[in-house]
């Protein structure tokens, strides 16, 4: 497993015996540092949300005891949860919640509370919940220290395991995996000016209630209050384990200030070299990616598919949009011989799909592409970010659900762009695009042709030949940049005024 992976997958589970939530509870109710069980219904974290947006930003306290506050990466690898003590364990439920311990890289404290039947008791912290190997010394007990996230587990491989099927640690941060996948693209609660020359903002999510789920149920609730000096925000995840596994967000922003770079939706993931990208790469491996693409959707019925790169110097693409219906960073190269990793395994990583559910009014998806010699970085985010900025003292509801899974839902019967492949020289750059799909099986060639477009130097060479290897067709051309740094391509496959694929849109860079 590479350390990026470890990093944000933290405190592999380790047995122990110790008492299960009950007694948790009962601490809390006799300790002061719980409290007694407080009302909790959908209007709770809204409310806690305007009231904390209403006050000056305060950041959080990251001090830490002296036994944990300077851990390495592998003494902070040395605390693992206490599996015995999963919350709902043994009850009969369909999943198990697993704490995570501060410490490291993960300083800010999350407070953690459980619902049930319409009370919310505090998770007070105990260092029993955890196991300190190696000769780690616990902290004092009687601090509490809170935690510093938490992971999901339940049983969609097997009914007789519960698998890690989410985690929530580190900012805003949050990610799953759908029926056989390993961790890959992850997802924020909000991002604020991403790509900024002036540094970017990082939301954190500062408290989380997680809803006692009810035997035989399929989903899982989790709440969570987001804090930052630009605004706080609510939000309510359902979480529905399964191939794929889908989250339904809620989220209401009330900003401090004026917001005019804001990210919803957002993903952040990792590209570090492919075919349509491998200058200066000296490696075993085709392929090395979370995530090769890019794909946008909009009410009209038009798809855009744009492959990632690993650029020279940042990059910030925006596709302007006025009807959203969905956008995600895919990985659609699932063959094992297309990165040839026994490891890492990047062919099991999930795409991610956000559905925009309700009226998102105009905006733009924006890709931000950073430069990166090193796969343990995630150099790329993608979100939406409205054409108008939020305003200081307002309330700004979005809905949207996540789909994490092989593939993201079947929007129409368009074909699709599958691998894109550049090479040649500075003067003459070929490209290689295929295209796969249903309706393009048993396509006849009569009448097809591709149009491409280039806003600087010049197109030539356009070929569309059929690919039987993939049972499909493939589309090449040749561009002369003449000394442009940069060019803006995009390439159609038609049948006279009718599209047959997605639309695939490129930045080539010198």
């Given at each position: 497993m590479h350390r990026r992976d470890i990093l944000l997958a933290m405190g592999f589970a380790a047995m122990a015996q110790a008492p299960l939530l009950g007694s948790l509870i009962a601490r809390a109710e006799a300790q002061e540092t719980g409290g007694k069980?407080?009302?909790?219904?959908?209007?709770?974290?809204?409310?806690?949300?305007?009231?904390?947006?209403?006050?000056?930003?305060?950041?959080?306290?990251?001090?830490?005891?002296?036994?944990?506050?300077?851990?390495?990466?592998?003494?902070?690898?040395?605390?693992?949860?206490?599996?015995?003590?999963?919350?709902?364990?043994?009850?009969?439920?369909?999943?198990?919640?697993?704490?995570?311990?501060?410490?490291?890289?993960?300083?800010?404290?999350?407070?953690?509370?459980?619902?049930?039947?319409?009370?919310?008791?505090?998770?007070?912290?105990?260092?029993?919940?955890?196991?300190?190997?190696?000769?780690?010394?616990?902290?004092?007990?009687?601090?509490?220290?809170?935690?510093?996230?938490?992971?999901?587990?339940?049983?969609?491989?097997?009914?007789?395991?519960?698998?890690?099927?989410?985690?929530?640690?580190?900012?805003?941060?949050?990610?799953?995996?759908?029926?056989?996948?390993?961790?890959?693209?992850?997802?924020?609660?909000?991002?604020?000016?991403?790509?900024?020359?002036?540094?970017?903002?990082?939301?954190?999510?500062?408290?989380?209630?997680?809803?006692?789920?009810?035997?035989?149920?399929?989903?899982?609730?989790?709440?969570?209050?987001?804090?930052?000096?630009?605004?706080?925000?609510?939000h309510r995840f359902t979480i529905r384990p399964g191939d794929p596994t889908l989250m339904t967000v809620e989220m209401t922003v009330y900003p401090r200030e004026d917001i005019d770079q804001v990210g919803i939706g957002s993903l952040t993931s990792m590209f570090m070299f492919g075919p349509n990208d491998r200058a200066g790469i000296d490696d075993f491996r085709p392929m090395v990616c979370d995530a090769d693409g890019l794909s946008i959707a909009t009410g009209k019925g038009e798809q855009l598919w744009r492959p990632l790169s690993n650029p020279q110097r940042l990059q910030i693409s925006s596709f302007a949009v006025s009807d959203l219906r969905g956008f995600g960073l895919m990985q659609r190269q699932r063959s094992f011989f297309d990165y040839q990793d026994l490891e890492?395994?990047?062919?099991?990583?999930?795409?991610?799909?956000?559905?925009?559910?309700?009226?998102?009014?105009?905006?733009?998806?924006?890709?931000?592409?950073?430069?990166?010699?090193?796969?343990?970085?995630?150099?790329?985010?993608?979100?939406?970010?409205?054409?108008?900025?939020?305003?200081?003292?307002?309330?700004?509801?979005?809905?949207?659900r996540l789909h994490w899974g092989w593939d993201g839902p079947k929007l129409s019967d368009l074909g699709r762009f599958g691998a894109t492949r550049v090479g040649g020289t500075a003067e003459r750059r070929l490209f290689v695009l295929d295209l796969v799909g249903d309706k393009l099986k048993d396509l006849s060639p009569e009448g097809l042709s591709a149009r491409v477009t280039a806003d600087k130097g010049e197109v030539a060479d356009i070929v569309v030949q059929q690919n039987p290897e993939i049972q499909g067709w493939r589309l090449s051309f040749a561009l002369a940049p003449g000394g442009n740094e940069a060019v803006e391509l995009r390439a159609e496959l038609l049948r006279g005024d009718e599209r047959l694929a997605e639309s695939w849109v490129y930045r080539w860079t010198a």
């Open positions: 069980a407080t009302p909790f219904d959908a209007e709770t974290v809204r409310r806690l949300a305007r009231e904390l947006a209403a006050k000056p930003f305060a950041a959080p306290n990251r001090d830490l005891p002296k036994e944990i506050d300077k851990l390495s990466y592998d003494d902070y690898r040395n605390i693992r949860f206490n599996t015995d003590r999963s919350l709902w364990r043994g009850q009969g439920s369909p999943f198990e919640a697993q704490l995570f311990h501060r410490g490291f890289l993960f300083r800010d404290r999350v407070d953690l509370s459980i619902v049930t039947d319409g009370k919310a008791q505090k998770l007070p912290y105990s260092p029993e919940m955890f196991r300190f190997d190696h000769g780690l010394k616990p902290p004092d007990p009687k601090i509490d220290l809170g935690y510093s996230g938490f992971r999901l587990h339940s049983p969609i491989n097997r009914p007789d395991y519960f698998d890690e099927v989410a985690v929530f640690q580190g900012a805003s941060y949050f990610r799953a995996i759908g029926k056989g996948q390993t961790y890959g693209t992850s997802a924020r609660g909000l991002s604020i000016k991403t790509g900024d020359s002036g540094g970017e903002e990082f939301p954190a999510f500062r408290e989380f209630w997680l809803e006692q789920p009810r035997p035989g149920a399929d989903s899982v609730v989790v709440h969570a209050l987001l804090d930052s000096p630009s605004g706080a925000a609510a890492a395994r990047y062919e099991r990583r999930p795409s991610v799909w956000v559905e925009s559910i309700g009226d998102w009014g105009d905006g733009s998806v924006v890709l931000v592409e950073i430069p990166t010699p090193e796969e343990v970085h995630d150099n790329i985010v993608a979100f939406w970010r409205p054409r108008e900025p939020l305003r200081k003292g307002r309330e700004y509801a979005s809905t949207y």
